[in-house]
């Protein structure tokens, strides 16, 4: 059994229809971020005032994204999950979902929203086949979540949780957990999870916050949070988690819904990481620590074939970091990191 499945990925790989990296590691996985625009300015992610947006030229369009998810797909990149900035600011979004929703090569469509935009839209989701929506929620309190996000869309999120799970969209909540802020929110936001069928994901808080030398000094860690959520629950049991998950999954008895957490700074999952990411700018980046590997935007503006392109994220999948300390050493242009995590899709 083992050897033939060795075998089948030799074969796959031969025809190119699978991406393996320098430590053998199956790529199968895609952020897109769609635009770097935001209608939200959530201070762990960019600051208040003073960000200067990429110029529309600089931006893929919807032609070059679509070609690179089509391409990608049939090449082993089967997941995908669309982000941003807010996803949902893009006015061409829902066509975009309803498009590359077609691609049969594709497996798996998922998005990332802060769920401000997006209660008008949730019948259509589900009928394009997204079924799961990880929602952006890092305090169940309007007054906090005014503070972490600067505007006042609590209501509007929370519209949009009950409708996506009342249509049987599966919400996943991230939350960023950062000292001083929303400590206090950790155990009522696992509350949520006791009567509906959502994943609470308590997210460590990591410096892309497009300001430099910011950010978390006094990082709540995931062994924190953990050891919080089992003094309030001490029969808290650990679930098995998927492959190349980055969260590690608990349960507390007799809740309908459950719980991860996500060591984003820490960074404990990199030994499995499946992921790569593709800036609205056409950045291709094998790992969120490092600072950009090469421009398929640019390559596509140049002429560049698919086989130019596909040799490109074979040629950078081969000479990939092990994990996100490495990425992270080997930056050269943005050292340290400065970049809003806006312009790089979360
Ligand atoms: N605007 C959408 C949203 O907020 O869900 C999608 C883009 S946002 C950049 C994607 C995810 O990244 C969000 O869940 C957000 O909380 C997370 N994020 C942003 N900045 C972060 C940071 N500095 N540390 C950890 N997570 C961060
Ligand atoms: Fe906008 Fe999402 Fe960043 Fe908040 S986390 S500012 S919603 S892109």
Same mark, same amino acid.
């Given at each position: 059994?083992?050897?033939?499945?060795?075998?089948?990925?030799?074969?796959?790989?031969?025809?190119?229809?699978?991406?393996?990296?320098?430590?053998?590691?199956?790529?199968?996985?895609?952020?897109?971020?769609?635009?770097?625009?935001?209608?939200?300015?959530?201070?762990?992610?960019?600051?208040?005032?003073?960000?200067?947006?990429?110029?529309?030229?600089?931006?893929?369009?919807?032609?070059?994204?679509?070609?690179?998810?089509?391409?990608?797909?049939?090449?082993?990149?089967?997941?995908?999950?669309?982000?941003?900035?807010?996803?949902?600011?893009?006015?061409?979004?829902?066509?975009?979902?309803?498009?590359?929703?077609?691609?049969?090569?594709?497996?798996?469509?998922? &998005?990332?929203?802060?769920? !401000?935009?997006?209660?008008? $839209? @949730?019948?259509? =989701?589900?009928?394009?086949?997204?079924? +799961?929506?990880?929602?952006?929620?890092?305090?169940?309190?309007?007054?906090?979540?005014?503070?972490?996000?600067?505007?006042?869309?609590?209501?509007?999120?929370?519209?949009?949780?009950?409708?996506?799970?009342?249509?049987?969209?599966?919400?996943?909540?991230?939350?960023?957990?950062?000292?001083?802020?929303?400590?206090?929110?950790?155990?009522?936001?696992?509350?949520?999870?006791?009567?509906?069928?959502?994943?609470?994901?308590?997210?460590?808080?990591?410096?892309?916050?497009?300001?430099?030398?910011?950010?978390?000094?006094?990082?709540?860690?995931?062994?924190? &949070?953990?050891?919080?959520? !089992?003094?309030?629950?001490? $029969? @808290?049991?650990? =679930?098995?988690?998927?492959?190349?998950? +980055?969260?590690?999954?608990?349960?507390?008895?007799?809740?309908?819904?459950?719980?991860?957490?996500?060591?984003?700074?820490?960074?404990?999952?990199?030994?499995?990481?499946?992921?790569?990411?593709?800036?609205?700018?056409?950045?291709?980046?094998?790992?969120?620590?490092?600072?950009?590997?090469?421009?398929?935007?640019?390559?596509?503006?140049?002429?560049?074939?698919?086989?130019?392109?596909?040799?490109?994220?074979?040629?950078?999948?081969?000479?990939?970091?092990?994990?996100?300390?490495?990425?992270?050493?080997?930056?050269?242009?943005?050292?340290?990191?400065?970049?809003?995590?806006?312009?790089?899709?979360?």
């Amino acid at each position: 059994m083992g050897i033939a499945f060795v075998h089948l990925k030799a074969i796959l790989l031969i025809l190119h229809i699978m991406l393996i990296d320098n430590h053998g590691r199956e790529i199968n996985y895609m952020r897109l971020a769609v635009t770097d625009r935001c209608n939200l300015r959530c201070f762990y992610c960019m600051p208040e005032e003073g960000i200067t947006y990429a110029p529309k030229k600089e931006l893929m369009s919807f032609a070059e994204m679509y070609h690179i998810v089509d391409l990608f797909s049939k090449h082993g990149i089967d997941k995908i999950r669309i982000t941003g900035g807010e996803p949902f600011l893009w006015k061409d979004m829902m066509t975009f979902l309803d498009a590359i929703s077609k691609i049969p090569t594709l497996s798996k469509i998922s &998005i990332t929203t802060n769920g !401000t935009l997006i209660h008008d $839209k @949730v019948d259509r =989701l589900k009928s394009v086949g997204i079924n +799961t929506v990880n929602l952006s929620l890092d305090s169940i309190d309007s007054d906090r979540f005014f503070q972490i996000t600067r505007r006042d869309d609590f209501s509007k999120v929370m519209e949009s949780m009950d409708l996506m799970i009342q249509s049987g969209i599966h919400v996943k909540l991230n939350m960023v957990v950062m000292n001083g802020r929303n400590i206090e929110d950790i155990i009522p936001m696992l509350e949520l999870a006791r009567d509906k069928p959502i994943s609470v994901r308590y997210i460590e808080e990591m410096p892309f916050n497009g300001t430099q030398g910011q950010g978390n000094k006094t990082l709540w860690t995931h062994t924190q &949070i953990l050891d919080l959520i !089992t003094t309030h629950f001490p $029969k @808290v049991q650990k =679930l098995v988690d998927p492959p190349a998950s +980055t969260a590690m999954n608990y349960k507390v008895p007799g809740f309908k819904g459950d719980f991860g957490i996500i060591a984003a700074y820490s960074r404990t999952f990199c030994g499995t990481c499946n992921r790569i990411r593709l800036t609205p700018k056409g950045v291709i980046k094998t790992c969120l620590y490092d600072d950009g590997i090469f421009n398929v935007k640019d390559m596509m503006r140049s002429g560049a074939n698919d086989e130019e392109l596909i040799g490109a994220l074979q040629s950078a999948l081969g000479n990939r970091a092990k994990d996100g300390r490495e990425a992270e050493q080997n930056r050269k242009a943005l050292n340290p990191i400065s970049e809003s995590m806006a312009t790089i899709g979360g």
